[in-house]
C-alpha cells in the first residue's frame, strides 16, 4: 500500500509542478521540480522513499538517454565530436583528480579515495538540466551540440571512473593503467550491446512481418523495453549500460523507415508517449534530487562533528572549482583547435560551454552507490559526501540557471507566420461568401460562422506564439480580467433577476468556452488569481450560486428566442463594462494589445447583434457542425495546393500544413456527436 501512495503523491507533485510552471514563467520547471522533491522529502511519505541508484539509473536515466539519443542531431553532433570526446572522457578525468585532491585538502580526514570518488560523481554534467535551463533561449548551435552530445557519454566515463575509485577505497589498491583499459573496455562493450539489442529487435520485427501479426500496441512495447534491455544487456558484457543505452536509440533513429499507414499511425503513437513518458522522467530527476537534499541534510546539518558554516564555504570553493577547471579545459581544447588568436574571439562561446556544464541527478545517483561499511567497518564520512555532493549539485543548478541567459543571445522567438495567416483568412472569406450567397437554412448559417470563429481562434493561436514570454504573459492577464469581469457581471444580473436560468446556463458556457482558450497561454500570477483564486472565492462566499451553475451544466433541453435575447442584453452591458476597462489600462499594458482585444470585443458585439454569436456557440454539439468543419479543412488544404502551385510556399512547407489539417480532420471524425440541441426552437411554456 505504501508504493501506491508514493505514486499517487509523485504524480500529484509532478502536476503541480506543471501547473507552477505556467504561473511562474520565470522560474525554470526543474527549480520548482527540485524545491516540491525537498517539501515531498519533508513528509513521512517522502522520508519512505529509499533511495536505489541502480534502480534510478537503469529505471529513469537508461530510458531518458534512449530518447535523447533517438531524438538528437546525430550529424551535427558529429561534427564537434573532437569537443565531445575531449570533455566527455577528459573532462571527467581531470574532475576526478581535481576535485578529489582539492577536497583532500579541504577536509584531511577524509580518505583519498573517498574524496576521488566524490571528484568522479560530479564528473558528468547533467544533459536533462542543460536542455531545460536552454530551451527558452537563443543558444549558438555549436555549443548546444557540445553540451548535448557530453550529456550523452559522460555518464557512462563517471561512472566507470567512480566504481574504480570506489575499488580503490574498498581495497586500498588504484592503478591508473587499469582504469583506462576499463573504461576503454567498458564504452567498447556498451556500443557492443546497444548494436546487439537493435539487431535482435529488427529481426523481431521481420518475423512478427512475415507472420502478419502487426501491432502497434505490440510495437509500441518493443520500443518501450528498448533501453532497459540494452542496458541490462550491457551488464551481462560488465560494460557501461548508460552507453548501451543511448547507442540503441541512435541506431533506432538511423533505422530504414518505411512510409505506409501502418508505421505513419505508430509514429504518432511513438512521439506522444514519449513526449509523456519523458516529461514524467525529467519530472522525477529533479523530484528525486529534492528528496534527497531534504534527506541528506538534517544529519549533517545536526552534527556536531562539523562546522555548518566551514562546510558551506567548503561548497561554494568547489562549485566555483569546477567552474573554473571546465574552463580552463575548454580554453585548452580551443587553444590546441583553433590557435591563440581565434581562441580569444570564441570567448563568449567558451563561457556558455563552462556555465552550461551543470551538474545534476546522475551525480547524486553514483555517490549512492557509495558502500556504507568497509572491510566490516562502519564508513561514516559517506553521509557527508552525499550531502556535499548534493549541495555542489544544486548550487551549480542555480549558477547556470543565473548566467546562462545572461550569456544567450536573448529568448528564442517564433517568426510570424503570415503565410498561414493567409491560408486561414482565406477560408474564412470563402465561408462567409457562401453565407452571403448561398440559400442556406439558419442552423447551416451557425455551423459555418463557428467554423468561421475556429479558424479566426487558430489566427490567434499564431499571433500569440510569436509574442515574447513577457507580452504573452500580458496578453494572458488582460484575458484573465476579461473573464473575470464578465462572471462578475453574469452572477450580479442573475442576483438581479435579469437572467433566468436557462440564460445564465448558456452564458457560463460562453464564458467557460472564452477560459479554454486562455489556459493555453502562459499562465502569471495576475492571471491565476483573476481565473482560479476569485473563481474559488466565489465558491466560498456564493455556495448556493455555484451548485446551481453545477446543476445547469448538468442539464440539456430546449433554448428559446427568450433565453437568448436576455443573454444578448447581458452580454451587451458586460461588454461596455468590458470595453471601459480595457480602455482605463491603456497606461498599465502595450497600447497595441489594448486596440487588439478592443477590436476583438466590438468584433463579438456585432456578431451578437447580427448573426447571433451564442448560437455558433451551441451549435458546435450539432452533427452539423462536423460537416462544416470538415468542408473548412477541403478549403483549407485546397488553398494550400494553389499556393504551392504558385509557388508561393514551398513543398515542404505546403507538407507542414496539411499534416495539421490531417490531424485536425483525423480528431474531427472521432468526435462522437451528440444529439442535437434544438436551441432556436420555441417552447410551449405552461
Not at 537503469?58 to 573532437?82: K, N
Not at 581544447?333 to 581562441?343: A, D
Not at 570567448?347 to 563552462?354: G, K, P
Request: proline fraction near 3%; hydrophobic fraction near 50%; charge should be neutral.
Amino acid at each position: 500500500m505504501l508504493l501506491i501512495e508514493i505514486i499517487i503523491f509523485l504524480a500529484i507533485t509532478i502536476t503541480l509542478s506543471n501547473v507552477l510552471a505556467k504561473v511562474l514563467p520565470t522560474v525554470p520547471m526543474f527549480m520548482i521540480q527540485i524545491v516540491l522533491g525537498i517539501l515531498l522529502g519533508l513528509t513521512e511519505i517522502g522520508r519512505s522513499i529509499n533511495f536505489q541508484p541502480e534502480v534510478f539509473l537503469v529505471m529513469i536515466i537508461a530510458p531518458l538517454l534512449f530518447h535523447e539519443g533517438e531524438t538528437a542531431d546525430i550529424p551535427a553532433i558529429l561534427e564537434h565530436y573532437g569537443a565531445i570526446i575531449f570533455l566527455a572522457f577528459g573532462g571527467v578525468i581531470l574532475t576526478l583528480f581535481s576535485i578529489g585532491l582539492v577536497t583532500h585538502q579541504l577536509l584531511p580526514t577524509l580518505p583519498l579515495a573517498a574524496c576521488l570518488a566524490f571528484g568522479a560523481a560530479l564528473g558528468p554534467t547533467d544533459a536533462v538540466a542543460v536542455k531545460s535551463l536552454a530551451q527558452r533561449l537563443r543558444m549558438p548551435g555549436a555549443v548546444m551540440h557540445i553540451l548535448e552530445g557530453e550529456g550523452l557519454l559522460n555518464d557512462a566515463s563517471g561512472v566507470t571512473a567512480f566504481q574504480f575509485a570506489v575499488a580503490a577505497l574498498v581495497t586500498g589498491q588504484f592503478s591508473a593503467a587499469d582504469a583506462s583499459f576499463s573504461l576503454l573496455t567498458s564504452t567498447l562493450g556498451g556500443v557492443l550491446a546497444g548494436v546487439i539489442v537493435v539487431y535482435v529487435k529488427r529481426q523481431l520485427v521481420q518475423l512478427i512481418e512475415r507472420i502478419s501479426a502487426k501491432d502497434i500496441t505490440g510495437y509500441l512495447l518493443i520500443e518501450l523495453t528498448l533501453p532497459f534491455l540494452a542496458y541490462l544487456a550491457a551488464e551481462l558484457l560488465h560494460s557501461s549500460g548508460i552507453i548501451a543505452a543511448v547507442v540503441c536509440g541512435v541506431l533506432e533513429s538511423r533505422g530504414f523507415r518505411k512510409i505506409t499507414l501502418f508505421d505513419a499511425e505508430l509514429s504518432n503513437v511513438k512521439e506522444t508517449t514519449w513526449q509523456t513518458i519523458s516529461f514524467t522522467l525529467n519530472a522525477l530527476v529533479f523530484l528525486f534530487l529534492g528528496i534527497e537534499l531534504s534527506q541528506v541534510f538534517s544529519p549533517i546539518w545536526n552534527s556536531r562533528t562539523y562546522s555548518n558554516v566551514h562546510l558551506f564555504l567548503i561548497i561554494g570553493v568547489l562549485t566555483a572549482l569546477l567552474f573554473i577547471i571546465r574552463y580552463l579545459f575548454i580554453t585548452l581544447f580551443y587553444l590546441i583547435t583553433k590557435g591563440f588568436k581565434l581562441t580569444r574571439q570564441y570567448f563568449r562561446e567558451r563561457l556558455i560551454l563552462t556555465v552550461g556544464g551543470v551538474k545534476g541527478t546522475v551525480s547524486i545517483a553514483t555517490i549512492f552507490i557509495l558502500p556504507t561499511t568497509i572491510n566490516g567497518m562502519d564508513f561514516p564520512e559517506r553521509s557527508l559526501l552525499l550531502f556535499m555532493t548534493a549541495c555542489v549539485t544544486f548550487l551549480s543548478l542555480i549558477v547556470g540557471m543565473i548566467l546562462l541567459p545572461l550569456l544567450a543571445d536573448g529568448e528564442k522567438e517564433v517568426a510570424p507566420n503570415f503565410r498561414q495567416a493567409q491560408i486561414y483568412q482565406q477560408v474564412i472569406e470563402t465561408l462567409r461568401n457562401g453565407i452571403e450567397t448561398e440559400q442556406l437554412s439558419e442552423k447551416e448559417i451557425f455551423a459555418t460562422q463557428a467554423v468561421i470563429t475556429n479558424y479566426q481562434e487558430r489566427i490567434q493561436e499564431l499571433y500569440t506564439e510569436t509574442m515574447s514570454k513577457s507580452v504573452q504573459q500580458e496578453f494572458q492577464e488582460i484575458q484573465a480580467l476579461i473573464i473575470s469581469v464578465e462572471r462578475d457581471g453574469l452572477d450580479e444580473s442573475y442576483r438581479r433577476q435579469l437572467i433566468d436560468q436557462e440564460g445564465y446556463r448558456m452564458y457560463y458556457r460562453f464564458v467557460a468556452r472564452f477560459q479554454q482558450t486562455v489556459s493555453r497561454q502562459i499562465l502569471s500570477f495576475i492571471g491565476f488569481w483573476l481565473i482560479f483564486v476569485r473563481r474559488f472565492l466565489r465558491v466560498v462566499f456564493h455556495p448556493l450560486l455555484f451548485w446551481k451553475r453545477r446543476r445547469f451544466n448538468q442539464r440539456t433541453g430546449l433554448f428559446d428566442r427568450q433565453d437568448l435575447s436576455m443573454v444578448k442584453k447581458v452580454f451587451l452591458r458586460n461588454s461596455q463594462t468590458v470595453l471601459s476597462s480595457l480602455d482605463n489600462l491603456r497606461d498599465v499594458y502595450d497600447e497595441e494589445l489594448i486596440d487588439f482585444f478592443i477590436a476583438e470585443r466590438e468584433n463579438l458585439m456585432d456578431q451578437v447583434k447580427k448573426r447571433g454569436l451564442i448560437g455558433t456557440l451551441f451549435i458546435q454539439q450539432d452533427p452539423m457542425y462536423t460537416k462544416e468543419l470538415l468542408r473548412g479543412y477541403y478549403l483549407e488544404r485546397k488553398v494550400i495546393d494553389e499556393y504551392e502551385s504558385t509557388e508561393e510556399i514551398s513543398t515542404f512547407e505546403a507538407n507542414n500544413y496539411r499534416h495539421r489539417v490531417n490531424l485536425l480532420e483525423s480528431y474531427t471524425m472521432r468526435q462522437p456527436s451528440d444529439p442535437p440541441l434544438r436551441f432556436i426552437a420555441k417552447k410551449n411554456k405552461k
